[in-house]
């Protein structure tokens, strides 16, 4: 072939390589630039919608109260979302993107806790200020990362909760089975689990991992079953959950107590597993029967849940949607207190924020996480997520599961 | 550790094998017949969960009625894909066949993925349990368990005793006597790549009543019908079932006595030792590679 | 190699090399994955496109490479020797394993290659206590501006695409080029000729593997995280030889034009159809198979000819 060919093909190349260097002409009105990775495809894709969906519910309430103050003006709020595909190295080239081209001046973290720290590993570098709002392991903190802040409380708020709980209603409650997915959060909550459980005197009879594309837990259960436990506790995402549950009475595999983290949590699991949720109790960072009280733009938990009905969303908002919400919300606050898009001052402000909102408290500690704080226990009673505690909010007792 | 456990588990094992023999008999033939690995056929299987979930929702129809025209729209759909498609590469090295199949299989993950959401779904048949004394099994277990036999012993049937499933056979043992022989070998390849769809679609719908169903599942399911193949040899329903209740009751097994993270990593480990010692795998005979 | 190729691969080796002064950071994190791609691409080739054993093993070593190099990272070696334990990690495991699945031909290489890469993410899985488990594993954060680590990175990936490149300028010109051709071609009739065919594929696929481990090892170090699903990922291990097939198997800058029409392609779709950028690589990859048997090198060469 002619060299005048390979030329052609060379600078063909070339220059698209070019064009990707053509950043797009920025906006020159200034606004507060959000950017949003977000899992709208792939294996995450249903928890990356209920983000997208608390997002629009923040930013249309703000943009109708005119925008955020920063110093003395009003500054309208862009968001900017991009589809990472559930996939590492897209989450990676976003984060540039939005940093470098879009220019944004806070990131929010995709959903996945792998992802949120790669993620977090580009934002540190160039100083913008992420918050997630799906993040509750140490493990997903521990970098050091100085710009990386959560809105989940530590997930020992949720398992000391829950034992608290149950060794407060079912006293005779003693032997405990834990079964977890190994998986970041999942894993670590089956750990803070085994870990409470040991502390409050408990006997740990069964504990187990299961790997990621588990499609059988026959085995486990079985095993289970002859460890004989009161209390049954599972960890994993929703169709895990769903699958353990159907195959825990397929089984014969029962317990007086009976906890899923976090499938209750979610309207799917009960949807899909109709009478076999009933009783099952899980620990959550937030529920909509909630009563706190705020100052920010939704104003209560009510209005948060009403704003979303509105939206005409299947059923009742989840802690995804609240603490997704609540990111953007402790955003807004540090932008205002910070009264500039500064990007060190904003974390400065992130950093020292202590605020009410109605998701509940919202303080960073040290390594970016909210606050620990006992966090809500709920069982599904009569098809419905009841709040068994905190007292204050509690709506029913804790049953055990028939 | 007494023995009603450890009869629980080896039964599991068994129910479990049972399920992975009916995924992967269709799959199994098509690869011994056509020499095609299906990366579709997880999807395939997906989907037909999907649809029995819907007919089930909408319609209340049941899933053991839904499997017959679920099976058959399946048939259909693969026939075509087949002679659409497929036919034009059955001769090429395995890259292009692999990858072809791998390409079409993106397409159809991202058309269900739009289509139905990856929530999780399922029809509830609550059907109870049999209980002897200290095992206990799921009735809808037992039933898919007996249902999948009879569909493997079906297709058995089939391919030995009607004219097409003896065609099948003859062409899978020697292509080109059984192109001498008369028969057409093109419609031979279409009508096997269906009947491969046939079984994704009747054992999806089978699937649905034993597993929630969510796009999730495609890599796991085809991933366990590599290994079943590999086990059991290729091409035959012997194979299939030798394969399918050898993997099950291996990760049952070694689940138990190992942990869960054990049973996944031992059914690969089995794969691979088959693979190395006896490639044919426990059934199958030599010259289908 | 041809004046045309290597005017061509220069350009290619410039243009990237150039991104930090062209464009931004975003557009050098590009040119980055085009050189990595390129690089696995370009390994790829000796075993899948030389000897013709369709390799799917690509992400087992990718990512044994990137916890090989991690872990020594984190003991408190360099960065270099970071990525050179994940090259050898991968060229050492590659002898071992090639043993096992290089007697297997076909389908049944194939299939045993991709086993080889669930049973390496599955041990990672299992083995927390040195692996971290499904918790993944952190690697100490590079001190750094951006702009610094950018560059470094980008230089990294392209000096081991450069490598896999000259390695197979040398393997193609020489015996052990022949031989894996022979092999492709028919392999029991290569043996009968004399041809040491299970030392040519071992070779084959050691050196398939050793820039992937070096690879995986620089990509550890560059994303300070690594965790079993995205280490091992199924995914790349496909992506990886239809790349090759893209720009056309066994040559010598098919790979290259392959890696880089394909990450670009996936820039330029993903952003504009949201729903569908799987399904469009799908038909990518199928009409591929039909329209481009040769790859595109194949497609210049018929072009040659008329």
Redesign the interface.
């Known amino acids: 072939m002619s060299i005048s060919l390979w030329f052609q093909r060379a600078s063909v190349l070339t220059a698209l390589v070019i064009a990707f260097a053509a950043a797009p002409a920025q906006a020159t009105a200034e606004t507060l630039r959000i950017g949003a990775p977000l899992a709208l495809t792939g294996g995450l894709a249903d928890e990356g919608r209920k983000q997208q969906v608390a997002y629009d519910m923040w930013l249309r309430r703000v943009n109708a109260a005119g925008g955020v103050q920063v110093g003395d003006r009003k500054l309208k709020v862009e968001l900017i979302t991009y589809d990472y595909q559930t996939n590492e190295q897209r989450a990676s080239q976003i984060a540039e993107k939005l940093i470098t081209q879009d220019r944004v001046d806070v990131l929010t973290a995709p959903f996945g806790s792998g992802h949120t720290k790669v993620v977090a590993g580009v934002a540190e570098r160039y100083g913008v200020p992420v918050v997630a709002s799906v993040a509750s392991s140490e493990s997903v903190f521990n970098q050091g990362y100085r710009y990386l802040f959560g809105t989940l409380a530590p997930n020992a708020g949720l398992t000391d909760a829950l034992v608290a709980v149950v060794k407060a209603q079912l006293p005779g409650v003693r032997r405990v089975a834990v079964l977890g997915r190994e998986d970041v959060f999942p894993k670590s909550i089956a750990a803070s689990m085994t870990d409470a459980a040991k502390r409050a005197g408990l006997e740990l009879v069964y504990d187990a991992l299961y790997p990621v594309n588990t499609m059988d837990f026959s085995s486990p259960l079985s095993k289970m079953r002859a460890a004989k436990p009161d209390w049954i506790f599972v960890s994993g995402y929703t169709k895990d959950l769903v699958l353990a549950r159907k195959q825990m009475a397929d089984l014969g595999v029962s317990a007086p107590v009976i906890t899923m983290i976090t499938g209750p949590a979610y309207r799917e699991f009960a949807e899909s597993l109709g009478p076999l949720a009933e009783n099952v109790t899980s620990a959550t960072w937030w529920a909509p029967a909630l009563t706190f009280r705020s100052d920010d733009v939704f104003g209560s938990t009510q209005g948060f849940v009403q704003d979303f009905q509105a939206r005409k969303e299947k059923g009742e908002p989840d802690y995804v949607h609240a603490a997704a919400a609540a990111a953007l919300v402790a955003v807004q606050a540090a932008v205002t207190r910070a009264g500039s898009l500064d990007k060190a001052k904003v974390r400065a402000a992130l950093a020292s924020l202590k605020l009410d909102t109605f998701y509940g408290p919202i303080e960073f500690g040290a390594n970016g996480m909210n606050a620990a704080r006992s966090l809500p226990i709920v069982q599904i009673q009569g098809g419905k997520v009841v709040v068994l505690s905190p007292e204050p909010m509690r709506q029913g007792r804790l049953l055990p599961v028939r | 550790m007494d023995a009603a456990l450890l009869v629980q588990v080896v039964l599991n094992g068994i129910l479990l094998g049972a399920l992975y023999a009916c995924i992967a008999a269709g799959f199994s033939l098509v690869w011994g017949v056509l020499n095609v690995i299906n990366m579709l056929h997880g999807s395939l299987i997906i989907l037909a969960g999907y649809l029995a979930c819907s007919l089930w929702t909408e319609w209340q129809v049941h899933p053991l009625a839904a499997m017959l025209p679920v099976g058959l729209l399946l048939f259909l759909a693969g026939t075509a894909l087949q002679v659409l498609l497929i036919n034009r590469v059955v001769d090429r090295p395995v890259l292009t066949t692999l990858t072809l199949t791998f390409g079409l299989d993106m397409v159809l993950y991202n058309a269900m993925n739009a289509a139905f959401e990856a929530t999780p779904r399922r029809v509830t048949l609550e059907l109870g349990r049999l209980t002897l004394g200290e095992v206990v099994l799921p009735w809808d277990r037992i039933v898919a368990m007996l249902l999948a036999l009879a569909l493997t012993g079906l297709l058995y049937g089939v391919l030995r005793a009607s004219r097409l499933g003896r065609a099948i056979v003859a062409v899978r043992m020697d292509r080109e006597a059984a192109s001498l022989m008369g028969i057409r070998v093109a419609r031979i390849y279409a009508l096997t790549f269906g009947l491969g769809a046939f079984m994704a679609g009747v054992c999806g719908a089978l699937l649905a009543v034993v597993y929630p169903i969510t796009t999730n599942a495609t890599g796991q399911l085809l991933g366990k019908a590599f290994i079943v193949c590999v086990v059991g040899g290729l091409g035959t329903v012997p194979g299939a079932l030798a394969g399918g209740l050898a993997l099950g009751v291996t990760e049952s097994l070694g689940g138990h006595f190992l942990g869960p993270q054990a049973a996944a990593l031992l059914g690969f480990g089995l794969m691979l030792v088959l693979l190395v010692v006896r490639p044919t795998g426990l059934l199958g005979r030599k010259g289908y590679e | 190699m041809s004046?045309?190729?290597a005017?061509?691969l220069l350009?290619?080796i410039l243009?990237?090399a150039a991104?930090p002064l062209?464009?931004?950071?975003?557009?050098v994190?590009?040119?980055t994955?085009v050189a990595f791609y390129a690089a696995l691409a370009l390994s790829w080739n000796f075993i899948?496109g030389m000897a013709?054993y369709?390799s799917f093993a690509t992400a087992a070593f990718v990512g044994l490479g990137s916890y090989a190099g991690a872990l020594v990272q984190n003991a408190g070696a360099p960065l270099a020797v970071g990525w050179l334990a994940g090259a050898l990690a991968s060229g050492l495991a590659a002898v071992a394993l090639g043993a096992?699945?290089l007697?297997?031909?076909?389908?049944?290489f194939?299939?045993?290659s991709?086993?080889l890469v669930?049973?390496l993410s599955?041990?990672a899985?299992?083995w927390?206590g040195l692996t971290g488990?499904?918790?993944?594993l952190?690697v100490a954060?590079l001190p750094?501006?951006?702009d610094t680590?950018a560059r470094v990175f980008l230089y990294v990936m392209l000096a081991i695409a450069i490598l896999a490149l000259g390695t197979t300028v040398v393997v193609m010109r020489g015996r052990l080029g022949f031989a894996l051709r022979c092999i492709s071609q028919n392999e029991d009739a290569a043996e009968m000729v004399g041809i040491p065919t299970t030392r040519c594929k071992i070779i084959a696929f050691v050196l398939s593997a050793i820039p992937c481990g070096a690879a995986g090892a620089a990509y550890a170090s560059w994303?300070?995280?690594i965790?079993?699903?995205?280490a091992f990922?199924?995914?790349l291990t496909?992506k990886v030889?239809?790349m090759v097939?893209l720009g056309g198997?066994g040559t010598l800058i098919g790979p290259v034009l392959g890696a880089?029409a394909l990450v670009?392609l996936e820039?330029t779709v993903?952003?504009r159809f949201?729903?569908?950028?799987?399904?469009i690589?799908?038909?990518?990859?199928?009409a591929?198979?039909?329209f481009l048997?040769g790859g595109l090198v194949g497609l210049?060469?018929r072009?040659?000819s008329t």
Do not use: C
């Not at chain 3, 007697?103 to 049944?108: A, E, K, P």
């Not at chain 3, 488990?133 to 993944?136: D, I, N, S």
């Open positions: 004046p045309s190729n005017t061509a350009v290619w243009a990237l991104t062209l464009g931004d950071n975003y557009v994190k590009i040119a994955f899948g013709g369709p096992v699945v007697r297997l031909r076909g389908h049944y194939a299939i045993g991709i086993a669930e049973v599955l041990t899985s299992w927390s488990g499904g918790e993944g952190n954060f750094g501006g951006p680590i994303v300070a995280y965790a079993p699903a995205d990922s199924i995914l496909v030889p239809v097939m198997a880089t670009l820039e993903w952003a949201l729903d569908l950028h799987q399904a690589l799908g038909g990518v990859i199928v591929l198979i039909f048997p210049a060469r072009g040659r």
